[in-house]
């Protein structure tokens, strides 16, 4: 765990709220031509462009904070805009799109290369990151597997547990878990305040929440806080 950076130069920060501003608006805009393509959605409102643009803005700041100008700061800068267009395609439609995971997976690989490659990462570092993919994969896979059993119901989607996988690629298997288990708690709070609202807990289980949002949150607290 680590602290913010209280040197970091006010102007990055600016920067970087600018910076993520643009790139919030651009990540909403692909998700919004991902779910048009699917024959999903017509159009958008603006605000949830401004919305988009806001979110990153302060995500991109607050990285700026905690990390200051850095290669990580780019890199995890890009995931936060993934995991921002990723969020919003889940809301449409309930899926999280193999190209985002993809595209995640690729800006985590190629910083952990020129890691390596500059000597700025030991290889203690990927090995985790790589066996911490595969623990948490294998271990959401028998997890899942028990509980659908059990409940006859499928209690995960894929999208959602390949998220996770690249979750624990960023952040290694013991805060890949972390990511699980907060994602859980934000979700099981966000369906009791909506049964809360609708005033029958039916309605909120009828309605299966999308859960990649849940993971993205948990994915950028984890970022802050490591």
């Not at 709220?17 to 959605?41: D, E, M, P, S, T």
């Not at 993809?102 to 490659?117: F, K, M, N, S, T």
């Amino acid at each position: 765990m680590g602290f913010a950076n209280p040197l970091t130069p006010p102007a990055v920060l600016v920067l970087a709220g600018l910076i993520g501003a643009g790139a919030g608006g651009f990540a909403c805009y692909w998700a919004f031509r991902y779910v048009a393509a699917h024959g999903a959605q017509g159009a958008w409102p603006r605000v949830r462009f401004l919305v988009s643009g806001g979110a990153s803005c302060l995500a991109l700041a607050a990285l700026a904070f905690r990390y200051g100008f850095s290669v990580q700061l780019l890199e995890l800068g890009c995931f936060a805009a993934i995991l921002l267009s990723l969020s919003l395609t889940d809301l449409e439609m309930r899926i999280i799109p193999n190209e985002c995971l993809a595209l995640a997976a690729a800006v985590r690989l190629a910083y952990l290369a020129g890691g390596c490659a500059s000597g700025a990462l030991g290889a203690s570092v990927v090995f985790d990151c790589l066996v911490g993919t595969v623990a948490v994969g294998a271990f959401l896979l028998l997890f899942t597997g028990v509980v659908n059993r059990m409940t006859g119901t499928e209690s995960m989607g894929g999208g959602d547990l390949k998220l996770y996988c690249v979750a624990a690629l960023y952040f290694g298997w013991a805060q890949g878990l972390a990511v699980v288990a907060l994602s859980c708690l934000i979700a099981l709070l966000a369906a009791a305040v909506l049964a809360l609202r609708e005033r029958r807990v039916a309605a909120v289980r009828e309605r299966a929440l999308p859960f990649g949002p849940f993971i993205s949150v948990a994915c950028l607290v984890v970022m802050l806080a490591a």
